[in-house]
């Protein structure tokens, strides 16, 4: 079977300390023809901004042409073509499919029934493996290293697929992990399970003032509402936090914030304007980071 990224638990740690290689070399070289040739799918069957278009970007910078979607209701899947017959067709087009959906595991299972790399770029509220690794990217680039980083996740921790990913890969290098969310939206029982297990701690609180002024990365996420059954649920939670400038007064001097973006109102945009906002970089960053793991799974040294 082609190696794939459907978990960031596919990798391991020197993996992932390579593909962090491949993406420096890619931020100082953006243009590497060295994918000339290749046909790369990109079907999103979620919407997306970031992920898509920096994947495309990716693949065009590499010399990759692209093909794919994003948007299903033009498909024949909207005449109601199955996951397994779209990924069986496309597969015999292209070298790669990079994909995301709405379900769980549905990457997973695209890699097991075609024979080329697959690239999850988002399951549901599973796993945001590529985000994963430019977090990781950006963290070392803010704070010149990944071991021993106090990192704070805030917001929706329930459904946010990003954080789940973030806490696998982190685990690797003796994180301290701070969760911040209210009751509705708290750590998965089986991530806390997970960190027992290695020995890593964690600490969880549902007020944002507790700990801003206590760590190195501070991971603001959004409240997912496209994953909530019941619109009242969200309605209750959707407002929780809002980060402002004026509450950054006494973060220490290296704490840099990210969040996956888009944001829709838990970062007020006075953030923008402090030295502790880096989440418009962090997002470029994932074009240098994409071309890398492209690179790495279709064997490109
Ligand atoms: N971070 C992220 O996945 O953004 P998009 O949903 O815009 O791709």
Redesign the pocket.
Known sequence: MAKSLISIRDFSKDEILHILDIASFMEQNRSQKILDGKVIACLFFE??????LSFETACNRLGARVIGFSDTSNTSISKGETLKDTIKMVSNYVDMIIMRHPLEGAARYASEICNLPVVNA?DGANQ?PS?TLLDLYTINQTQGRLDNITINMVGDLKYGR?VHSLLQALSHFNPKFIFTSPDELKMPTEYKEFLDEKGIGYQETANINDYLNDCDILYMTRVQQERFSDPMEYEKVKNVYKLTASMLNDVRSNMKILH???RVGEIALDVDDTPYAYFFKQAENGMYVRMAIIAYLLGYK
């Open positions: 919407p997306s901004t970031r992920t898509r988002g945001h985000q990003t996956p973006l888009p």
